[in-house]
């Protein structure tokens, strides 16, 4: 099996069924993990130096950041339904306690963190959608966490991909630290089926193939891309979602295309 693609687990004591650090992914910037926690089961979270985005993906939670007491919040039964999230930012080294108030899907999002940003609830009123694409390659983003609301280094976004057709699509990059040209950012994909059942696929590669994996995605799973082009395809019969993480040295979202499937972009 492919080291970029993490499956999903028994819940540990905290529900928590997925973890990535930067340590286990052997990269810098993104940490991310899902919970999935029963009713009345708390979360305790701070990270050192790490700014945080809680992201309810199915269910209600009341969250708690250092004084700042969010309530109870969330609602959606699950990432298809035709909404988008809570979220809720946390500065650095922020205490963070999330009390379950139903079953309860999350995904924890972490980044370095240096400025003491006021925490703050991402209503799902507050956040854009994108109907990006055309035909096959037609696709919905919920721009979650973009380069214009204020943290350090996390950008957050979920993608929900039709049945049949592609995405991040044509192929691009984002792996080079070469202002204005292309920004270096890593990123993680967590991925959820409509029926559960479905599967998908994601191509990794680079220019020079030194790195050149496709990998079967399922409920569940997470890729992560270091480096290089990564496009999606949902197959038939199923609905896609995937939540996007991404982090580098600066907080920009600055793409260059496959130059072999650019072509497209100018019919």
Known sequence: M???RIRPTEPDDSGC???ITPESAGWRYVGFSVHSCREGQTI???????ETCFVILAGRAQIRVDAIDFGQIGGRAGVFDDEAPYACYAPADAVCEIEALTS???AICTAPGWSRIE????KPAEIGVDDR?????R???RNVLPETEPADSLLIAEVITPAGNWSSYPPHKHDSDNLPAESALEETYYYRMNPTQGFGFQRVYTDDRSLDETLCVEDGDVVMVPRGYHPVGAAHGYDMYYLN????PRRTWLINNDPAHEWMLKR
Not at 133 to 137: A, K, V
Request: hydrophobic share 40%; charged share 20%; aromatic share 4%.
């Open 133 to 137: 694409g055309s035909g096959s390659n």
């Open 119 to 122: 925490p703050r609830l991402i």
């Open 44 to 50: 305790r979270h701070s990270v050192r130096d790490r």
């Open 2 to 4: 492919s080291g970029l």
């Open 139 to 141: 696709r919905f983003v």
């Open 17 to 19: 069924v997925l973890n």
């Open 104 to 106: 309860l899907e999350i």
């Open 245 to 248: 993480v991404m982090a580098g």
